[in-house]
Each structure stands twice: as structure tokens, then as C-alpha cells.
């Protein structure tokens, strides 16, 4: 996408190559789809110099984007050709290729099941790449349940899932990106519910508003994921990581959670038990409750975010709990790095032993595209963040 939207650079890694197999799925001699114009990008200050980020190369530090001036986002420049987007995202969730090595599915009707539908590609259980040749609203009447190796590519159409969300049980190595999750009804319906044993996934320019449940539950020993670039709305239980406290084998949960806009949601932004998870250049403002919580066991590091109060000001919350196999209560532990606090955020940091004990973000990957927070941010995300008019790019 060009414009403020598709700067900023990082490294490029590619995690297999494309197949040289056919194109397969369902394909129509459709006329090209009428985009919506993309939004004007707002006349924003210049960017500031990117913050050090650590590396494991004993080195003590880096730069982020290899040292260039980041003026907006990273990775932008995946969008020149379809395939180039897997392995690309940052963080726990780095190594999803989703169905980079698999055909292209070229999804036609937006019927909830049948003859080229978004659920006759998922239920495949070879590799797909999956694409849309049709925007509107696909209203699920159950969970669509996603197999593992597929990227469901939204870019190029506006799709919309709707009445429940997609399910990602037991499986490995998805990409979701570029489309909109709103009016989830029933029960524990989530707009996108990340259980049990999944691994290796990457949520990706994702619009979520108004589910019952909620908008990303990710729980029951799943890891290993990233969300990024995503925008929350019109919700009360945003994200959940970590089912309770009698759930102990969470503890191996790593999530990462970037560039993502929460949009006066309520809370969960996100709750966390037992896992790890690094936030970083995120902005949450107008929250009901609390910005982020911290429930039994968790280590969060909190990094170069913007928090913008309304009526509630605080920000950090902790909620101690007793883990299944402990006999005292415990809350977790978060760790605030160069976060921007305004309206009057209160933080309310936990200054005990246990900070000091949080991960690093450094021991687990070597470098993440991060700059500080600033107003300047804070307008690239609330443009930049979510669904995105975009051409699909080119490609098989």
C-alpha cells in the first residue's frame, strides 16, 4: 500500500520458497473490485530516531530497522507480492508461514459452507494460500475451523466474518490477515479462539469489534503468536491469554503484541495468566477498567506504548490468584519500558522482587521493528491499524 501505510524497512527472511504447483481452488473471470479510496494520512511531525533494541549476539544492543529512521511501520514492504508475507512478522510469532509452500485458493462465494467458500478452504488439510475474489459479509452459523499451513489473505476485498469466528484448534502455522470480525453471538463465541495446542500463528491487519465473548482468546497451551496491526472496538473482554488459574501447563503461552490500536475497549488489552507476552509500540486509550492485566504467574513486558486515559486511569492491574499446583495467591508481574502515559495514566507498578525477574524480549528473538512512543505514533496507529484498503498483490 503506498503512502505513510507501507514505510519503514526490516530484514527480510523467507521460511521455504513458493510451490511451483498449478494454482488450484475455484477461480472466476471476475471484473476487478472497486476499493474504497485509502484514508489521507494525517500531516504528522518527523518520525523520531528508533530506540536500541537488544540482540543475543553479545553485542549489548541494536537498532532497530538496521539502523534507519522507522517513519512508520515495519514490514510494510511484504505487500509487492502475495507469498512475500510469510515469515515476516516479529516476535513469538516469527517463524508462521501459513500456506507459503501450499496452492492458491481463490475463495468465490460467501456462503458459510459449499462450493468455494472460506470453510471449504480451511477444512482442507493440505497447504493453502488462500485469497478472496468477492467483499461482503460471510456469516458463519458455527466456528470455521482452520487447519493448519493456510494463510487466509484478505487483501485485495473487504470481507467480513460475522455471527461466530474462526477456531484454531491443535494446529500450526496460520496466517490471518486483513479482515473485519464483527457481531459474534453465543455462548463463548471469540472472534478468533486460539485452543488447544496451536502454534506458530500470526494475526495480521485484523479489524475486531463486538463478539460476546471475546475479540482473541488464546489459551490451553497454545504459542508461540503474534498479533499486530489490529484494531479493537466496541468490546468489553478484549483478549484473553491464559484459560484460569488451574490451567499451570499455560505456563509455556509466548505472545507478542504490536502496533495494534485498542479503541475504547473495556478491558483485556490484554489479561494475562501464566505466559509470556511483550507488548510494544501498541496505543489503548478511553479503557472501562484497567488498560492491562496481570493475573496469576504472568511476566508482560510493556514497551514504548502509549496509554491515554479517560474516565479510568489506571493503567496496570494485577489480580492475584492461586495456580493449580501452588498453595499460596500470587498476581504476575509487568515491566514498563519507555511507555507514554497520558491524561493522567496512572501506572501503579508492583515494585517487588518478581519484576526484576521478567523475561527479556532478547532471550527469545534478536531484533523487533520498535521506535518511541510519540504523538506521532499515536496517529500512525489509529490510521494504520486494522483492516486496509489495499490492492491484493501480485503473485501465485
Known sequence: MGGLCSSGRREHRRHG???SSPVVGHVTNLPPPNFPSPRPPPSLPPAPDPVAVPSNDGSGGGISAKGETMAALPYA?????????????????RHAIGGLNGSVFHVT????????SLRDACRRKEPLWIVFEVSGTIH?????????YKTIDGRGQRVKLEGKGLQLKECEHVIICNLEFEGGRGHDVDGIQIKPKSKHIWIDRCSLRDYDDGLIDITRESTDITVSRCHFSRHDKTM?????SSHITDRCIRVTIHHCFFDGTRQRHPRVRFGKVHLYNNYTRN????????SVEAQIVSQCNIYEAGQKKVVFKYMPEKAGDREEVSSGWIRSEGDLFLNGAQPCLLQDAGVECVFRAHEH??????EPASPALKEVLQLCAGWQAMPRPTGC
Open 240 to 244: 484473553l491469554i491464559g484459560a484460569d
Open 287 to 294: 479503557w472501562g477498567i484497567y488498560a492491562v492485566c496481570a
Open 365 to 370: 528473538y534478536p531484533a523487533w521493528t520498535m
Open 17 to 19: 520458497s513458493p510451490a
Open 77 to 93: 514492504h511484504v505487500d509487492g507480492s502475495l507469498r512475500a508475507l510469510a515469515g515476516q512478522a516479529e516476535g513469538f510469532g
Open 109 to 116: 462465494s460467501l456462503a458459510d459452507d459449499g462450493y468455494g
Open 140 to 148: 458463519l452459523s458455527s466456528y470455521l475451523r482452520v487447519s493448519s
